[in-house]
């Protein structure tokens, strides 16, 4: 068993942009823990959190590190997270497994878009944040004035637990202090705020407070700390260079002392039979696991790193896996800390531990050691809709079984990153947040698999659906000597609402016997063969409602295949009538650029038929520009931002809704489209 209970854990992600260091700040607090015994830098590339191929070639994190480590009594769990948002989906991840969100901020850029996103997230996950302001070293950060804008932004729960001191060379706690000498306010000021934060949630230690105006301490102060912490009525800010090593040891007793175990944090949002249910933090307890990551190891193979929320789970046992009736064995259990991997025989409530060579296990999953928890589900977080795509062909013939095993396996990995087969296009297309996401998925294939795969544009999945009521007909009579062909049907169409939730229905409104009911699948199938490669442009239709109203059959040669073909023509016949047309897909993308670029920005979004909803103007003389836009018009959308703002630009961007096609822009893809003539 593990020499630390449940009470001893630290679980914690560090999560905000890309480039604010986190990971440098990871690899200190390492080095302050005594774990490694010098400091890795990313420039360098031998950071314990940054240790992929392609993260050493591009110079920040692509994927989120557990990094699990012993210090003065406490265990940690660590979780190192990629800031770029074309790899949000391993961040948001990651959230359900820790009790606590850091949310790092570069103190020159102050809030940029990932730190608005994951605040948002970690509010609505009930998560408590902290926030950490990193690189106070440099001259140009104006740090009160951050302070500030955090409290504009996040709210007056943004309060300072520890001050810049002696030029930023040092921190000063203001927590346990009322006294000593600062940058910027004052102790006591500082001391008196979060106090105050502290002793409101508790009207017992209010009352005594303003009576005997003496802050509480010891248990009772750490009590209130943590509960103001679960509520959201405290956000602790912290100062740190984490390059210079300034206010890490006082970060690390912070973690220590006030961040809440997971016996203290709030209940994830687990679903027991359809209902919530909050696993119980006790080791003795049946157990009860959520798989958060799955990785690809290159000696051990596949890796899933997974959360024991209830229980305990022994090494060399067997567990059930979501309602899974046979039971998996878990061999090694795995304590982790980067590529590094130590065997552990047990893990407890609370802990973070990986297991290898289980390829059942998906993300998400459940690991339950009782039949009663087969129902059991974590809620998970919604990840953005992978977007951007390309064509990809793999390089060599006869590598497309390699090239599905690769994807598959990436596809594990990445919620945000999906391959599939367009039939309508012959095109396999993979999709993901953006254009560095997809090159460095390419660029693991490689380098992990060895498959190699050229790149081409996608055709953007458009909708065909139709906008008005209309009748079909078809009769199919095929006579070749001996026993013919015969089926005809009558039928009518009208459209669906576009949030119908079946995007299609098929009625029998025949009745005499017309068309016997032993037919009846037939023209559906019929039908759908049609709904799968469309009727006007080649692709998918949906949002028709078909009805069967009349037909004839003949006792001898009517044939279930007749009716297939009749019911197909019928269709397609109606489908002209009813004034068919073209949905598009439409994105909601959120630019940040510097001020002086938007605009340029707006101009050109009104110029790609998109429609800007609102602009903001944020900290250090940023702007912000939310609109939607048809998809089409972004596929290189993130080498235009690059060249419009030079370099400075960056973009999110998430699926919206569909709208009609412009008739003009409807008719260039109807002419583009060449069905081939298919023999019924």
Not at 28 to 46: S, W, Y
Not at 218 to 245: D, I, N, W, Y
Not at 374 to 398: A, C
Not at 419 to 437: K, W
């Amino acid at each position: 068993m593990p020499n630390y209970t449940t009470s001893d854990i630290r679980n914690i992600a560090f999560v905000g942009h890309g480039a604010v260091g986190k990971t440098t700040l990871a690899e200190h607090i390492l080095f302050e823990a005594g774990v490694v015994g010098r400091c890795g830098t990313v420039e360098d590339k031998n950071t314990t959190a940054d240790f992929e191929v392609e993260e050493k070639e591009h110079g920040h994190s692509l994927s989120s590190a557990v990094l699990s480590f012993d210090h003065a009594g406490k265990r940690f769990n660590i979780i190192d997270t990629p800031g770029f948002p074309d790899f949000l989906g391993q961040a948001i991840t990651a959230l359900p497994a820790v009790e606590v969100a850091v949310i790092v901020v570069d103190a020159t850029k102050g809030i940029q878009t990932v730190t608005r996103r994951m605040m948002k997230l970690a509010i609505e996950r009930n998560l408590p944040r902290m926030i950490v302001v990193n690189k106070i070293d440099l001259p140009e950060a104006d740090l009160e004035a951050l302070v500030g804008q955090l409290k504009e932004t996040f709210g007056d729960a943004c309060t300072p637990i520890n001050l810049p001191s002696a030029g930023r060379t040092r921190v000063v706690d203001v927590l346990d202090s009322d006294s000593g000498e600062v940058d910027f306010m004052s102790v006591a000021e500082a001391h008196t705020a979060i106090i105050d934060r502290v002793v409101e949630v508790d009207d017992e230690l209010m009352e005594q407070y303003l009576e005997t105006g003496e802050a509480p301490a010891g248990e009772k102060r750490h009590a209130a700390f943590e509960q103001a912490l679960r509520e959201g009525h405290l956000t602790p800010v912290c100062f740190v260079s984490a390059k210079q090593g300034v206010g890490v040891k006082e970060l690390l007793h912070i973690f220590c002392n006030h961040c809440p175990s997971p016996e203290e944090g709030n209940p994830r949002p687990f679903k027991k039979n359809g209902e919530d249910w909050a696993p119980t933090p006790d080791p003795t307890k049946p157990a009860c696991a959520h798989v958060f990551k799955v990785a690809t190891d290159a000696f051990v193979g596949k890796l899933a790193f997974f959360r024991v929320h209830q229980g305990t789970i022994k090494a060399n046992s067997q567990v059930l896996l979501n309602d899974g009736k046979k039971p998996i064995r878990i061999g090694h259990l795995l304590s982790v800390r980067g590529k590094e991997h130590t065997e552990a025989d047990s893990a407890i409530a609370g802990d973070i531990v990986g297991v290898a060579k289980i390829e059942d296990i998906h993300l998400n999953g459940v690991l339950h050691d009782s039949p009663e928890y087969n129902d059991v589900h974590l809620e998970p977080i919604p990840t953005p809709r992978p977007m951007f795509g390309q064509g990809i062909i793999p390089k060599s013939r006869g590598d497309e079984t390699k090239v599905g095993g690769a994807v598959h396996k990436l596809m594990d990995e990445d919620p945000t990153f999906v391959v599939e087969r367009v039939a309508a296009t012959h095109q396999t297309v993979a999709r993901g947040l953006g254009e560095l996401h997809m090159r460095v998925m390419i660029e693991r294939m490689k380098n992990r698999f060895g498959v190699e795969v050229d790149t081409e544009p996608p055709r953007v999945a458009y909708r065909e659906t139709i906008s008005a009521n209309a009748e079909g007909h078809h009769r199919h009579k095929k006579q070749t000597g001996g026993a013919g062909q015969f089926g005809e049907v009558y039928l009518r169409i009208e459209p669906l609402a576009m949030d119908h939730e079946v995007g299609f229905e098929f009625e029998d409104d025949t009745f005499g016997g017309s068309v016997p009911k032993q037919f009846m699948p037939a023209i559906e199938k019929g039908v759908r063969a049609v709904l799968e490669h469309g009727a006007v442009a080649g692709y998918p239709m949906s949002g028709v409602k078909v009805s069967v109203y009349d037909g004839k059959h003949h006792p001898v040669d009517s044939k279930e295949v007749a009716f297939v073909a009749a019911g197909k023509r019928a269709f397609i016949d109606a489908i002209k009538k009813a004034r068919p047309v073209l949905l598009e897909p439409f994105v909601s993308i959120e630019v940040t650029a510097p001020s002086s670029y938007m605009g340029d920005l707006t101009s050109d979004i009104a110029g790609k038929r998109g429609r800007v909803q609102g602009t903001d103007m944020l900290a250090g003389d940023q702007c912000m520009i939310t609109a939607v836009v048809p998809l089409s018009e972004t596929l290189s959308y993130a080498s235009q931002l690059k060249s419009m703002t030079a370099g400075q630009g960056s973009f999110t961007m998430d699926f919206s809704h569909e709208e009609q096609t412009p008739p003009n822009v409807q008719a260039e893809i109807v002419a583009a489209y060449k069905p081939k003539d298919e023999e019924d």
